[in-house]
């Protein structure tokens, strides 16, 4: 990748916002940095601090004795998100405008971050109904928050229940150092209980996670 890409003249590595440049990793335009080369990794503070690390993924799957369009029924109900919520994690929803089955309706919950509370808001941006819904975070304690909820067909009785969330947190690789560990445990146990309740809510039972 030595040579301009996508038309994009190369710059000089003066320091500060300049025009975009393609970057090495992301594949993302840059407004930092001229990377077009891996030898430019090298010379590039800016892309450290803001390119890496790439967003953690967490997947979560659990097999049920139900439908999958029942599975999704259930969850786009009024009140699943509450009955979802673990008991010890101090969260309560404190505004809500449309249905989880709505790309746009969005959801402000009030959580505590250490010490503090602050409001974490998310909007659903896809939805294909009886399989999916996804939702994403506008504002709140992650860099990115991209959560996507599977529910796939396993027979005429049985389906896949499946979260998928890619997730980065604030700060760079200094977050990733000092609370990655901390942040899959909590969605590791979340998740756990999550599954749980939607497997006895329906009368399912719990089985192994998809390899």
Not at 110 to 122: A, E, I, K, L
Not at 144 to 156: K, N
Not at 193 to 203: C, D, G, K, P, W
């Amino acid at each position: 990748m030595s040579q301009a890409i996508a038309g994009i003249p190369r710059g000089s590595r003066s320091r500060g916002p300049r025009a975009p440049r393609l970057c090495w990793q992301e594949q993302t335009v840059c407004y930092y940095c001229d990377l077009a080369n891996m030898r430019g990794f090298w010379f590039c503070r800016e892309f450290v601090l803001i390119h890496l690390p790439m967003a953690e993924v967490f997947l979560k799957g659990t097999h049920l004795t139900v439908s999958a369009e029942r599975v999704y029924q259930w969850h786009i109900e009024p009140g699943a998100l509450e009955k979802l919520m673990p008991p010890w994690e101090p969260a309560r929803v404190i505004e809500r405008s449309g249905s989880t089955d709505q790309i746009g309706s969005r959801v402000v919950i009030s959580v505590r971050v250490g010490p503090f509370r602050r409001t974490w808001t998310s909007v659903h941006s896809a939805c294909e109904p009886g399989r999916m819904f996804r939702d994403e975070q506008v504002s709140g304690p992650f860099a990115q928050w991209v959560h996507t909820h599977s529910f796939i067909p396993a027979g005429a009785n049985a389906s896949w229940l499946e979260d998928r969330i890619e997730y980065k947190l604030p700060l760079g690789w200094l977050g990733r150092i000092a609370a990655g560990g901390y942040v899959r445990r909590k969605l590791e146990r979340m998740f756990e209980y999550r599954h749980r309740i939607t497997s006895q809510a329906l009368n399912g039972r719990a089985g192994e996670t998809p390899r």
